[in-house]
């Protein structure tokens, strides 16, 4: 079965700091997808970045970029130059590339960016 | 467009009532899914629509009927709550795994409270 881990429950960092937040995972899967989504207080979920598995190049979208290590199951997500509105709750997703519509979430870690 | 829609954003109703929540997307997506979301949590899944077509239950109690109407509709009938049922209920909506990622795209949810 697979699993996701979110260590940090929760992290402040100053604006216009920088900010990595971890995620690692577990699955004997060799392709599949990962995922980082942000749910501000407002409350909906939005999709940050998104990352293949059989992509060595790590993804990025603007001031957001992961971290993925396949070998260490690790999918970090850098946020670069905080701003007051990345304040949300982070999700990290894993989803098999085959068969199965199910994502398996992490536990989140709640960020809040202080002025 | 690339929203995903939920009516009603609040709802309250007795554990004697009847009551629906509305989901719509006009992206074209194929997959439509239903969440419940707990607060600090991460969302649980609840049911999967695939082309119309229900193909996921993660067992939930009978007393939450799902029904897709077509392919850009959910719609989730409530009958017979209890109070700990009372959460966030997100849908999102994906491509078919056949043609895409599937990345799940959420709505803003329908915050439920049951009496």
Redo the contacts between chains.
Sequence with gaps: AQTVTQSQPEMSVQEAETVTLSCTYDTSESNY?L?W?KQPP??????VI?Q?AYKQQNATENRFSVNFQKAAKSFSLKISDSQLGDTA?Y?CAF?PA??????I????T?LKVLA | DTEVTQTPKHLVMGMTNKKSLKCEQHMGHR?M?WYKQKA????E?MF?Y?YEKL??NESVPSRFSPECPNSSLLNLHLHALQPEDSA?Y?C?S?QD?RTG?????????TRLTVL
């Excluded at chain 1, 085959?98 to 994502?103: L, R």
């Excluded at chain 2, 990622?101 to 949810?109: K, M, R």
Aim: zero cysteines; glycine letters at 12%; proline letters at 6%.
């Design positions: 997808y995922f989504y407002s409350r909906q979920m939005i999709l998104r293949e709750m999700f989803m085959s068969g199965t519509y199910k994502y979430f992490g536990t989140g709640r | 997959a899914y600090k949590k991460p969302p899944l999967v695939s193909s996921i966030l997100l999102a994906s795994r990622v599937g990345e799940q795209f959420f709505g803003p949810g």
